[in-house]
């Protein structure tokens, strides 16, 4: 009999260490999720945290883009500008000697050599200037335009209409879309 006893005692020994590891088997997977959960928490708080600075360096990329292109962009005007700027500073003392050519051509003309010869020098400075794109500002008949004429004289003709160029006294001149130097005109009907 104590053999069963024992026995049973065994049993009833293993029987409560059985009971008390699945006890600690889950104590412990409680504590692992409760230690999980927390753990959660605290990850997707420092996802939160994480897209936050994300976004805020994403915007600041896109305005370091938007600003870098501004730059680029103003300074290909400025060279631009700087460019025509420089090409009107040459051109404008010449457009006086195609002037005083004009003008040559206009008082020859009893010798038809010398007429032919100025004529030759003038269209070849012209066929140049447009080369260049320099063209003739278009005045004559035309409403008059601040942007484009400077208006010497005012008179009153019926003939023409109200606020037109009815004369030019020196020709203007543009560079691409730029005035290098304003017509002087006559406005008749103001």
Do not use: W
């Amino acid at each position: 009999m104590e053999e069963n006893t024992r026995d049973t005692i065994d049993e009833l020994n293993n029987i409560e260490t059985d009971d008390q590891e699945e006890l600690k088997d889950d104590v412990e997977q409680n504590e692992f999720l409760e230690d999980t959960e927390q753990g959660s928490e605290e990850t997707s708080s420092e996802i939160s945290k994480l897209e936050a600075k994300l976004k805020d360096l994403q915007n600041q990329d896109l305005r370091l883009k938007a600003e870098f292109d501004n730059f680029r962009k103003r300074t290909i005007k400025e060279k631009e500008s700087i460019y025509i700027s420089a090409q009107a500073d040459c051109i404008t003392p010449l457009l006086s000697v195609l002037d005083n050519l004009e003008r040559a051509l206009e008082s020859v003309s009893n010798d038809d050599n010398l007429s032919k010869g100025i004529k030759l020098v003038v269209d070849q400075f012209c066929d140049t200037l447009k080369k260049i794109g320099v063209v003739e500002i278009e005045s004559e008949g035309k409403t008059f335009d601040p942007n484009c004429h400077n208006a010497i004289n005012v008179i009153e003709d019926e003939s023409f209409d109200h606020n037109t160029v009815c004369q030019v006294l020196q020709k203007g001149y543009k560079l691409k879309d730029t005035v290098i130097r304003h017509a002087m005109v006559v406005v008749a009907n103001p």
